[in-house]
């Protein structure tokens, strides 16, 4: 259940004297309340990516698979679109796409496009590629119609040209049926199945629209606090030459950390609570920030740290 939206330095009372030092920055910066210890327990979970998580740690750590997937369909707009013609060869071309309130992918296909096979069986590839050398991906397998009804049409209509801002012709609007969807997070990496009722209740992650920049806004602006967060967060028995945050939503951020003896990897840092707005994320961002600065000034004793990172080869 989504949280009502407000900051989070509003549930925390003051327990300290001392406080992080301010810094220039362009998120909201700390208060000088520290937080109690209620904090450190909230933090006391799974803090990392696995490379084979268990369902449970999966679902309280990350989205689900379903909501990845609604969030890729909704920041992307261009797929690979993968048919049989009429000769039974499978064919692929780029295509646009919007999609509608369930997720239901709306394309614009002229007549060299439609060389469909018999069945209308098709599948709607399409990568997101984040602030890093990351690209998640999903796959859509379902039938390529085209919708009758005229209020239907007037409809997908509307709502291709508020995503493009262009006319199109009607008869050209075409769908892809949902019927399952293939989630990958990234190249090399295992895929998970998930299904067309799942995908189509899924809501997409509310900070997918400035994911990106408050990624790239904390990785030059508050590099100390990212480096920091690899001493009190994560228990590492190697040293970190570099480490930015390659990606952040309503339940966490994922961290890349670069070592010159053990390689790459990444970890996933979840808020102590989900958070539903940009505000609440740089809000949630700072008190982490301010709680690490006082664990390592030992103003806080210690907590248990996360112990598993995924390798990334």
């Not at 997101?128 to 999903?138: D, G, I, K, N, V």
């Not at 309503?250 to 070592?259: A, E, N, Q």
């Not at 006082?294 to 806080?300: I, Q």
């Amino acid at each position: 259940m989504l949280l009502q939206t407000q900051s989070l330095a509003t549930h925390f009372a003051p327990s300290l004297t001392s406080s992080k030092p301010i810094t220039k920055t362009q998120f909201t910066p700390p208060k000088p309340n520290p937080f109690r210890l209620s904090l450190f327990r909230a933090l006391k979970c799974s803090l990392s990516v696995v490379s084979e998580p268990t369902h449970l740690e999966f679902r309280s750590n990350k989205p689900f698979p379903a909501e990845v997937s609604r969030t890729i369909m909704e920041l992307a707009s261009v797929g690979t679109l993968s048919t049989l013609t009429a000769e039974n060869w499978p064919l692929g071309i780029g295509v646009r796409f919007a999609v509608d309130q369930e997720g239901t992918p709306v394309l614009c296909l002229n007549a060299s496009n439609r060389q469909f096979s018999i069945d209308k069986r098709s599948s709607l590839h399409v990568q997101l590629e984040q602030c890093a050398p990351r690209t998640t991906q999903c796959t859509i397998q379902g039938s390529l119609d085209k919708p009758e009804d005229r209020m239907v049409l007037k409809r997908l209509h509307s709502l291709w040209k508020k995503r493009f801002g262009e006319e199109v012709d009607e008869d050209l609007i075409y769908v892809v049926a949902v019927e399952r969807v293939l989630q990958i997070e990234n190249f090399e990496e295992d895929c998970v199945w998930v299904t067309s009722s799942d995908y189509k209740n899924a809501q997409p992650d509310p900070l997918r629209d400035f994911a990106e920049k408050l990624v790239n806004d904390i990785n030059t602006n508050n590099m100390e606090d990212v480096n920091r967060f690899c001493n009190i967060y994560v228990d590492l028995d190697f040293q970190v030459s570099e480490a930015k945050v390659i990606w952040v939503d309503r339940l966490g951020f994922d961290m890349r950390l670069f070592s010159p003896q053990k390689g790459v990897f990444e970890v996933r840092v979840p808020f102590p609570r989900e958070v539903t707005d940009e505000k609440g994320a740089k809000s949630t961002f700072n008190c982490m920030s301010q709680l690490a600065w006082e664990v390592e000034k030992n103003f806080h004793v210690d907590f248990p740290k996360v112990k598993q990172l995924k390798k990334i080869s």
